[in-house]
C-alpha cells in the first residue's frame, strides 16, 4: 500500500494533529459494471436551448446511467488505494425510553454469524472516544442507565462478511429477546432544560415604521429567561427605562393590554403540527477504512455539511488516546440522494467512523429504511398560540402576540436556531407594527429534530394565513384584499426591527392571483362542479409565504480555472444534493465568460486553502470590538465554510462564482482580446484603440466582440491568456452577515473593490519565473487585503433579511364518503429574481409544493413511543405524497420576471413547500364549513367534520 | 337592545343545552352501538356521505340490490321513522319506506338487540347528518323482486327474539355473546348458511364461503387449537393485525368502521366469549426447527416471502404479519392462504399509524408444484399440527381462487 | 448455498454461490458491484429498485428487487439501468437510450435516487405500448397507472410525467 499520494488528497487543515484531507470524487471504474462517458457525450450537458440554459443537469448522464456517484454506492474495492474486502456494521438501538438498558444477549447467534467484533460504551471509554461536543454525550449508551431517546445507539456490530451480516440481522432487528430491560422511569428529558428560548418584541415609532422602533431585537438586543423546572420564565419586572428585557416585557406587557382591551378583532387561536421524516430517498450511509499502517482513517460521507465533518471529527480523533497514531483523515464527500436537511449536521457519520476504528478492514453501514427513520433528523414539531388582532375600521394589523413551543428530540441538533428563525418567520408577508413573539424548544424521547426544509418556518408562517384567512370572513372584507392591506411594503421593518434587502413585490402577486380562473371564477366553478360530481365537495384556498434564506454567517468560496485547452474548471464547496447547484454554477458564468463550464467539482474545502484564511471567533457571538481588530488580519474572516443548506447556493454561492467569472473578465480575457485585436485587426501603430472599455464587451456564440471587432473564440482568448502570463484561476471567498463584506485588494498596480474577503489568482503558464516563484506553497497568489469591511455584528440581531416570496392557488375535491382530499389544479407564483436555470426552479417549485401536500395531508409520526424511534417505522404506514396525490398534470406556475438583470438569483428550495399549506387548509374550509388547525389533516379528520 | 337580545339568546342556549345534555349520553351510546354494529359498512358508498346508503350488494345471476338511506332526511333517509319504525326495520326487516328489506340487512342478528339499545340507536340516527340521496332501484327480477317473498323466509328463518343472558356463565361472557351475535353480527359471515341461505344454527361460526373468501371458523375450539391469546384476538380486532397474523378483504372494513372503536372492556367481553373463557389466554406459537430448510418448499419461501415474513416466519412489526404461529396458517380450510398468495391483498389504511401496503400475487410466478411446496413449507415449519397437502388439494384451491378471482374483476 | 447463472445486461453472470437469504438488490450491489440499482425502502413500497425482467418473448417486465432473493432470477435475462446506454468497444457510453435522453431533457430528477425506477418502468411501458398501442386520449391515465407507484421525493413528478408523455406522444406507433 503506497503513501497517499499528493496528488489525488489535498491537505485540509491541522487540527489537534491530525492533518484532514478532502477527497475529490474518485471511482475506480474497474470492478463496476458502470461505464465512463465519452468527452462529448458529457459536454451534451451544456448545449444551449433557449436562452443561455443548458440541455440537461450537469450530472444527468451519471444519473441516467446508474454511475457511482452516491455515497450509498462505495464499496472499498471502488476507492483507490483501499484494500477490497468489505466488512459490514449493524448498529443496535433500543425501542424504549422509559426503562432501564441492562445489556443486550446475541447469544441467539450461531456462531457461524457472530460478530467479530461488538463496540460498547465500554470500548470508547477506554479509548477516550467521544462524540464531538455539538452532539452532546452518550453516543453509546451505558449498561444501567435510561436510554436519552428511542433508538438509543447501545452497540455497533462488526462482521467479516455481507452474509454474516445479513444473517445476523436478520436475526437481530426486530427481536425483542436481544436487548434487555429493569425496571421503568423516568424520560431522561424530563429533567433537561429546554434547547433554546427566544422572544421578539416590537413596537413601531408613533410616527410609523420609517422611524426609529421604540423597542426591537435589531436596536435593543435580545433576552433570555430563567429555567423553572425546566420551563422558560420569562423577567417579570415591566420598565420602559430599564435593561432590554425590562424594556421587552414593558412592551410586550402593553400589547397584551390592548390586544385584550381594545376595540379590535382579535384571531385567538391554537395550532398544532406534527413530527415529520424528511425521507430522502437515499437513506444514511458510510464507509471507512482504518488504515494502520499509513496511521491514516479514510471516510465516505453523505452529507450536506461535510466541512462541518472536517472539523468535528478531526478533534475527535485528536483527542483519543486510541487514535494519536493518526495523521491523516481523508474524507470523500460524494453526490447525495436527496437531503431536505436530513443529512446536515447528522449524527451518523460519527458512528460509522467509531466503527472504523475497531474494523479489520473498511466498514460499510448502511441505513435501510425503519432504520432511517428511527435514527434521522425530523421536522420540528410545533405548538402555537396565536392572537392576532385587527383594526375593524382600517383592517390593518394591530399586533400579534405569539407563543411557540417546538419539540426538539433527543439531541439537541439544529432546535436553537430552528426556534428562532420559525419565530421571526410567523409574520409571513405581513407588516406587523407590534409584536410579541415567544417561542422554546424542549428536549424529548422522540428522534432528534433538526435542520429540516423550512426551517421553522413552514411550521409558524401558515398559521398566519390561516388566521388572516378567518379574519377576512369575520370581517367581512375580501380576503386578497385583506392581504393586500397588509402586506409588507419595502422599506417597513420585519419583527425584529430589520428591513428586508429587495422590494417586496406581494401585492403583484395578489393581483396576480386575484385574475386567475382558480380564484376568479371560484363561485361558479364550485357550482359546476359539485353538479357534475354530486358526492364530491369543491374548495378553493389561497396561500402566501415569503421565506429567508441563508443563515446570516455564509461563507462560500469558488475557483474558476482557464486551462490552456479553452477548458473552463469549476471548483465549489457546495454538496450536490440533488437541487442543481452544480448544473447552475456551471452555467451562470457563460454570462462572463462566454460559455457554460466543462466541469464542475462540488465539496470543494481543501481546495480553498489556498487562500490561507484563518477564521476566530463563532460569528454569531463574537463581539465588533473583535470584529474590528480581526478584520486587520488581512487573512481572518469570520467563517471559512458553510453548509449547503438553508437555500444558499442559488445566491450566495452563486455571488462568489460570478464574482471570480468578473474578475477573469475583466483582468485576463478582455485584456488578452485587446491584445489580439490590437496585434492583428488594428492599426496600432498608427492610433490609440478605441476598443478598451470593458463594458462595451459582449459574448456572441461563445466569442468576445466589442465594437464591431472581430468576434474571438473562448479556446483564443485562454491561450492568449496563458501565454501572456495573465491570470488563469480565480479563487474567491465571500461572506455575507445579511450584506456582503468588502474588500479593497492589490491587483498589480491597482486597487480594487470587490465584495469578497477573500481572493487568490494563479498565472498562466507563459508568466515569467519571478512572478511563478512568489505563489504559495498551493500554487496561488493571494491577493493583498488592503482594507475590508464586514457588516456589524449586530446585524446578527436582525436574524434575517434576505426574503423570496411565494403563492399557491389551490382547487380541490373532497370525497363525501371518505373525506379524501383531491388536488385538481394548482398555481404557483414565484419571485426568484433572476434564474439560473429554469427547469431547475421549476422542478423544486413541483417538488417543493408536493413536500408541502404531504405535509399537510399526510406525513405523520407520533411524538410518544409508538412514534419513528421505535424501529418499526416504513413507508407503508408514513405516507409521502404520491402523483396521485398532487393533481400533476395540472400544476401550473408563474415565474415573476426580474425587475432587473440585476436582480439576485434568489434561494427557493425552501419557500416553494410553504403557501400549499395554509391553501389546502382554507380550500378544504371551503369545501367542508370547517376549520382545521392541526396538521395533517386526515382523511377521517375532514370525514368526521361532514 | 342588542345586549339584551344576545343576552336571551345565550340563554335559551343554555336551556337547549341543559335538554340535551340529558340525551347526549343516549346519543352517544347510540353512535357506539351503531359503530359497533357497523351500519356504516354496508350504509356508505365509498365515495358517498355517512349513511346515505346506495352501497351495492351483488346477488347472483347479475342482480344487485343497494342498500338504504339511513341518515336523518325525512324525504330520504328515515328521518320521519318513530321508535316503532326504526324498532321494526332492525328486528323484522321491515321498512316503514322500502317494505320488506333484504336479508343482506342482519335483521336477524339485530332481533337480539335489546329495547334500550335500540331507544338508544334511534336516539343517534335521528341526529346523524340529513344526506340527500334518493334509494338506488335495486337491479333485481323475479322472484327476488317480491319483496313479499321475504315475509315468507321470515316465517322460516327468522327468530325475533331478544338475547337472553346464560346464568351460568359470567357477565363478561354474556356481554361478548350480546355484541358478537347482535351488534357484531359475526355469524352473518361465520357461520355457513343453507340452501335458503339462512344460517345454519347448528354450526355456528364454524366458518363460511363469503364473497372471495372464507370467513374462518372462529369456534372457540379451533381458535384454542391454532394458539390464539386474548391478546392476539384483541389486537386482531382492534388494529387488524396481530402476532397470529392479519384481517383481509371485507374484514379489514369491519375492523376498520367497526371493531376497532369498540371499548376496551367490550373488547375483553367479545374475546372471552369467542375464547369462551372468563381467563386470560396466553398465545402459543410452535418453535421453529431450523431444520425445515431442507424442505423443497423453502427456497420458494425464500424468494418471495422471507424479506418481508422473516427467514424464519418472524414478520416485520407494523409492516408484515408473522407467519410462525400464523392463525391463517392453522384454519382448517386453506383458501385464504392459497387466496393471499395467487391473488395477494390489498393494501390497507386503518389510520395515520397504522396501514399495511399491498402484498403482491404471485400467481404468474408460482407453479403448482412450487405452490404446492410452498404450503407444505408454510405448514411444516410455522403450524402445530404440519398438515401434508396433496397435489389435487392444492390445485383445485388455486382453481377455486381464480375463479373467484375472475367473478371479482 | 444455490449457484447462480443469469445474464445482466447481456453479460453473462455467474456461477456464483448464493445464500437464500440474499436479496437481488443485494446480490446486484454486494456480489456485483453494480449499485445503479437503488435501495428505498426495503420493503417493496417506494419502487426504487425496480429492474427489468425479459421474458421469452423478449418483452419486458419490471421486478423490485428488494422484496425477491437474488434465486428468484437465475436463469434469467435482466437489465439494470447500468446497461441502457449505447457503448463504444472500449465500453464507454457513446449514446443515450431514448427514456435517459428524455428524462435528462425535460430535468425529471433533481437527486436521481428514484431516476432508475422510473427509467425501468418507463422503458417496459413503452415497450409494451408498442406492441399494444393506446389512445392518445389514453396516454395520461396509462402513465398514472404505470408510474403510480414509483416515489420521488425531489421533483414532484410533474416532470416524469410530462417526460414520459411526451416520449409515447412523440415515438410513432405507441398510440393510435
Same mark, same amino acid.
Not at chain 1, 444477549?105 to 477516550?128: M, R
Not at chain 1, 433528523?377 to 392576532?388: C, E, G, S, V
Given at each position: ?946 | ?259 376497532? =372503536? /369498540? #371499548?376496551? *372492556? ?6 372471552? %366469549? &369467542?375464547?369462551? @373463557? ?86 404468474? =410466478? /408460482? #407453479?403448482? *408444484? ?6 407444505? %413449507? &408454510?405448514?411444516? @415449519? ?28 | ?176
Amino acid at each position: 500500500m503506497t503513501d497517499l499520494n499528493r496528488r489525488d488528497f489535498i491537505k485540509k487543515c491541522v487540527i489537534g494533529g491530525v492533518a484532514v484531507y478532502s477527497a475529490p470524487l474518485l471511482l475506480s471504474g474497474q470492478n463496476a459494471y458502470a461505464s465512463t462517458i465519452k468527452e462529448n457525450l458529457k459536454s451534451k450537458w451544456k448545449e444551449e436551448v433557449g436562452n443561455n440554459q443548458p440541455a440537461f443537469r450537469f450530472d444527468a448522464i451519471e444519473k441516467v446511467t446508474g454511475n457511482k456517484i452516491y455515497g450509498r454506492d462505495y464499496r472499498a474495492k471502488d476507492i483507490p488505494n483501499w484494500p477490497d474486502i468489505q466488512h459490514y456494521g449493524f448498529i443496535l438501538r433500543v425501542n424504549k425510553a422509559d426503562k432501564i438498558y441492562e445489556g443486550f444477549d446475541l447469544s441467539g447467534l450461531s456462531d457461524e454469524i457472530k460478530p467479530y467484533k461488538v463496540i460498547t460504551e465500554q470500548d470508547l471509554a477506554n479509548s477516550g472516544l467521544k462524540l464531538p461536543p455539538y452532539f452532546g454525550e452518550n453516543m453509546l449508551l451505558k449498561k444501567g442507565s435510561t436510554p436519552d431517546y428511542l433508538g438509543h445507539e447501545v452497540a455497533i456490530l462488526l462482521f467479516d462478511s455481507f452474509r454474516k451480516f445479513k444473517l445476523a440481522k436478520n436475526f437481530i432487528q426486530f427481536n425483542n429477546d436481544i436487548i434487555q430491560y429493569g425496571k421503568t422511569t423516568e424520560l431522561v428529558t424530563a429533567n433537561v432544560d429546554p434547547y433554546a428560548s427566544w422572544r421578539i418584541v416590537r413596537e413601531e415609532n408613533s410616527l410609523g415604521s420609517q422611524a426609529e422602533d421604540k423597542y426591537s431585537t435589531l436596536k435593543n438586543g435580545l433576552f433570555f429567561p430563567n429555567y423553572v423546572d425546566h420551563k422558560p420564565v420569562w423577567p417579570s419586572n415591566a420598565d420602559k427605562s430599564g435593561n432590554t428585557g425590562e424594556k421587552g416585557i414593558f412592551y410586550a406587557n402593553k400589547l397584551a393590554e390592548d390586544i385584550e382591551h381594545q376595540d379590535w378583532l382579535v384571531i385567538d387561536r391554537h395550532f398544532q403540527t406534527q413530527s415529520v421524516d424528511p425521507m430522502p430517498l437515499e437513506p444514511e450511509a458510510f464507509n471507512g477504512w482504518y488504515d494502520k499502517f499509513n496511521e491514516s482513517l479514510h471516510v465516505v460521507i453523505c452529507s450536506q455539511s461535510p466541512q462541518d465533518f472536517y472539523h468535528q471529527a478531526g478533534e475527535v480523533l485528536a483527542n483519543s488516546p486510541l487514535t494519536k497514531n493518526i495523521k491523516k483523515l481523508i474524507v470523500h464527500t460524494p453526490y447525495i440522494g436527496g437531503g431536505f436537511g436530513g443529512k446536515d449536521h447528522t449524527i451518523f457519520p460519527y458512528y460509522g467512523m467509531m466503527a472504523s476504528l475497531f474494523a479489520t478492514q473498511p466498514v460499510h453501514i448502511a441505513n435501510d429504511r425503519f432504520e432511517q427513520f428511527q435514527s434521522g433528523i425530523k421536522r420540528h414539531p410545533y405548538k402555537i398560540h396565536n392572537k392576532l388582532a385587527f383594526d375593524k375600521n382600517t383592517y390593518k394589523i394591530k399586533g400579534l402576540i405569539s407563543n411557540m413551543t417546538l419539540d426538539g428530540g433527543g439531541r439537541m441538533n439544529f432546535s436553537p436556531s430552528v426556534t428562532m428563525v420559525g419565530a421571526s418567520a410567523i409574520q409571513s408577508i405581513y407588516y406587523l407594527p407590534r409584536n410579541d413573539i415567544q417561542a422554546w424548544c424542549y428536549p424529548s424521547q422522540s428522534p432528534h429534530a433538526g435542520s429540516m426544509r423550512g426551517y421553522g418556518t413552514l411550521q409558524t408562517m401558515p398559521t398566519m394565513e390561516m388566521m388572516i384567512s378567518e379574519a377576512a370572513e369575520a370581517l367581512q372584507v375580501d380576503p386578497l384584499q385583506l392581504r393586500r392591506i397588509n402586506a409588507f411594503q419595502a422599506g417597513q421593518k420585519n419583527t425584529q426591527g430589520a428591513i428586508p434587502n429587495a422590494d417586496a413585490r406581494y401585492v403583484e402577486m395578489l393581483n396576480e392571483a386575484e385574475q386567475h380562473d382558480i380564484w376568479k371564477n371560484r363561485a361558479e366553478n364550485k357550482k359546476k362542479f359539485e353538479k357534475e360530481n354530486p358526492k364530491k365537495r369543491y374548495g378553493v384556498g389561497f396561500g402566501i409565504a415569503t421565506k429567508d434564506y441563508g443563515t446570516g454567517a455564509d461563507a462560500p468560496s469558488t475557483s474558476i480555472e482557464i486551462t490552456v485547452e479553452g477548458k473552463i474548471i469549476i471548483s465549489t464547496c457546495s454538496v450536490e444534493m440533488g437541487t442543481g447547484t452544480d448544473t447552475s454554477q456551471g452555467v451562470l458564468i457563460a454570462k462572463h465568460l462566454g460559455k457554460m463550464a466543462d466541469n464542475v467539482e462540488m465539496a470543494q474545502i481543501q481546495l480553498f486553502d489556498a487562500m490561507e484564511l484563518i477564521e476566530t471567533d463563532d460569528p454569531y457571538l463574537m463581539s465588533q470590538e473583535t470584529q474590528d481588530t480581526m478584520s486587520k488580519n488581512p487573512r481572518w474572516t469570520p467563517v471559512i465554510a458553510s453548509a449547503s443548506s438553508a437555500s444558499k447556493s442559488s445566491y450566495y454561492q452563486s455571488h462568489v462564482t460570478e464574482a471570480a467569472a468578473k474578475i477573469l473578465f475583466t483582468e485576463s480575457l478582455f485584456p488578452a482580446a485587446v491584445a489580439i485585436w490590437k496585434e492583428k485587426y488594428f492599426n496600432s501603430a498608427f492610433a490609440t484603440p478605441d476598443f478598451t472599455n470593458v463594458n462595451d464587451a459582449h459574448w456572441e456564440n461563445g466569442h468576445l466582440s466589442v465594437m464591431g471587432n472581430k468576434p474571438l473564440s473562448f479556446e483564443l482568448l485562454a491561450q492568449k491568456a496563458h501565454s501572456m502570463g495573465l491570470i488563469t484561476s480565480v479563487m474567491a471567498h465571500g461572506f455575507n452577515r445579511w450584506s456582503w463584506a468588502k474588500g479593497t485588494y492589490q491587483l498589480g498596480a491597482e486597487n480594487k473593490d470587490y465584495f469578497l474577503d477573500g481572493v487568490a489568482v494563479k498565472f498562466g503558464i507563459g508568466a515569467n519565473r519571478t512572478v511563478k516563484k512568489q505563489a504559495n506553497k498551493y500554487g496561488y497568489h493571494v491577493l493583498k487585503r488592503l482594507s475590508v469591511s464586514y457588516p456589524k455584528v449586530q446585524l446578527n440581531n436582525a436574524m434575517v433579511t434576505y426574503y423570496t416570496p411565494c403563492a399557491t392557488l389551490a382547487e380541490i375535491a373532497i370525497s363525501e364518503g371518505s373525506g379524501k382530499v383531491e388536488v385538481l389544479r394548482t398555481h404557483t407564483w414565484l419571485e426568484p429574481g433572476n434564474v439560473h436555470v429554469k427547469k431547475l426552479v421549476e422542478g423544486q417549485l413541483e417538488g417543493g409544493l408536493t413536500m408541502g401536500i404531504g405535509h399537510t395531508l399526510y406525513e405523520y409520526l407520533p411524538v410518544d413511543e409508538t412514534g419513528a424511534g421505535n424501529g418499526t417505522w416504513n413507508l407503508n404506514r408514513y405516507q409521502v405524497p404520491l402523483a396521485k396525490h398532487n393533481g400533476v398534470w395540472n400544476m401550473t406556475h408563474t415565474l415573476l420576471p426580474p425587475l432587473s438583470p440585476s436582480d439576485p438569483t434568489k434561494g427557493i428550495a425552501e419557500v416553494v413547500m410553504i403557501p400549499i399549506v395554509s391553501a389546502l387548509v382554507e380550500a378544504i374550509y371551503q369545501a367542508t364549513n370547517k376549520r382545521f388547525y392541526h396538521l395533517p389533516i386526515s382523511s377521517k379528520d375532514i370525514k368526521e367534520a361532514i | 337592545m342588542n345586549k339584551i337580545l344576545s343576552h336571551t339568546i345565550s340563554l335559551a342556549f343554555v336551556s337547549v343545552s341543559f335538554t340535551l345534555s340529558a340525551s347526549q349520553e343516549l346519543i352517544e351510546k347510540g353512535k357506539y352501538l351503531a359503530d359497533a354494529a357497523d351500519c356504516y359498512a354496508c350504509h356508505t358508498t365509498d365515495d358517498g356521505q355517512q349513511y346515505g346508503g346506495g352501497k351495492a350488494f351483488p346477488l347472483p345471476m347479475g342482480m344487485k340490490i343497494y342498500s338504504t338511506n339511513i341518515s336523518s332526511d325525512k324525504t330520504f333517509g328515515i328521518g320521519n321513522y318513530t321508535l316503532e319504525d326504526f324498532t321494526a326495520a332492525l328486528r323484522e326487516g321491515k321498512s316503514a319506506n322500502n317494505g320488506y328489506l333484504y336479508p343482506a340487512m342482519p335483521y336477524g342478528s339485530y332481533a337480539l338487540i335489546t329495547d334500550d339499545d335500540i331507544k338508544a340507536l334511534f336516539a343517534y340516527f335521528q341526529t346523524v347528518p340529513a344526506v340527500k340521496q334518493k334509494k338506488t332501484d335495486n337491479d333485481v327480477y323475479f322472484p327476488a323482486n317480491v319483496r313479499t317473498g321475504i315475509l315468507g323466509w321470515n316465517m322460516l328463518f327468522l327468530d325475533d327474539k331478544r338475547y337472553l343472558p346464560d346464568s351460568e356463565k359470567s357477565e363478561n361472557w354474556n356481554r361478548g355473546n350480546y355484541l358478537v351475535n347482535s351488534f357484531g353480527h359475526c355469524g352473518e359471515c361465520h357461520t355457513p348458511r343453507n340452501l335458503f341461505m339462512a344460517l345454519e344454527k347448528d354450526k355456528p361460526f364454524q366458518g363460511a364461503v363469503i364473497g372471495s373468501t372464507w370467513a374462518p371458523n372462529i369456534t372457540a375450539e379451533n381458535l384454542l387449537k391454532a394458539g390464539w391469546g386474548s391478546d392476539d384476538l384483541a389486537s386482531l380486532l382492534r388494529h387488524g393485525y396481530s402476532d397470529k397474523g392479519v384481517v383481509t378483504g371485507e374484514m379489514y372494513t369491519v375492523v376498520k368502521h367497526s371493531l376497532s =372503536k /369498540l #371499548s376496551e *372492556q367490550d373488547m375483553r367481553a367479545v374475546t372471552g %366469549y &369467542l375464547l369462551n @373463557s372468563d381467563e386470560y389466554i396466553a398465545s402459543k406459537t410452535p418453535v421453529y426447527d431450523e431444520k425445515v430448510i431442507t424442505h423443497e418448499g423453502y427456497p420458494t419461501y425464500m424468494s418471495y416471502c422471507a424479506s418481508c415474513h422473516g427467514d424464519k416466519g418472524q414478520g416485520k412489526p407494523n409492516f408484515a404479519p408473522k407467519m410462525l404461529g400464523n392463525g391463517t396458517l392453522m384454519e382448517p380450510n386453506q383458501y385464504n392462504v392459497v387466496y393471499s398468495i395467487i391473488g395477494g391483498i390489498d393494501s390497507q389504511y386503518y389510520n395515520q399509524v397504522n396501514s399495511f401496503d399491498a402484498m403482491p400475487s404471485y400467481q404468474d =410466478k /408460482l #407453479s403448482d *408444484q412450487q405452490l404446492l411446496d410452498l404450503m407444505n %413449507y &408454510l405448514s411444516a @415449519s410455522f403450524t402445530f399440527d404440519k398438515k401434508e397437502f396433496t397435489a389435487p388439494e392444492i390445485k383445485a384451491l388455486r382453481e377455486s381462487v381464480l375463479e373467484s378471482l375472475e367473478t371479482e374483476h | 448455498m444455490t449457484v447462480m447463472n443469469l445474464s445482466i445486461n447481456n453479460n453473462i453472470v455467474g456461477p456464483i454461490e448464493v445464500d437464500p437469504e440474499i436479496m437481488m438488490i443485494e446480490f446486484l450491489h454486494e456480489y456485483l458491484n453494480l449499485t445503479g440499482t437503488k435501495f428505498g425502502c426495503g420493503g417493496g413500497i417506494c419502487h426504487a429498485c425496480v429492474i427489468l425482467v425479459e421474458d421469452e418473448q423478449g418483452m419486458l417486465k419490471t421486478e423490485r428487487t428488494c422484496i425477491h432473493n437474488a434465486l428468484v432470477f437465475n436463469g434469467k435475462k435482466v437489465h439494470t439501468i447500468e446497461g441502457h446506454a449505447t457503448k463504444d468497444k472500449y465500453g464507454e457510453i457513446i449514446a443515450l437510450h431514448p427514456v435517459q435522453e428524455s428524462f435528462s431533457k425535460h430535468f425529471s430528477f433533481q437527486c436521481g435516487w428514484c431516476t432508475s425506477g422510473f427509467m425501468n418502468e418507463t422503458i417496459a411501458l413503452i415497450q409494451r405500448l408498442k406492441k399494444d398501442p393506446i389512445k392518445k386520449t389514453d396516454v395520461e391515465t396509462t402513465i398514472e397507472a404505470a408510474l403510480g407507484e414509483h416515489i420521488c421525493r425531489c421533483t414532484g413528478y410533474v416532470k416524469y410525467y410530462q417526460s414520459a408523455k411526451d416520449l409515447i406522444l412523440s415515438i410513432k406507433g405507441l398510440t393510435k
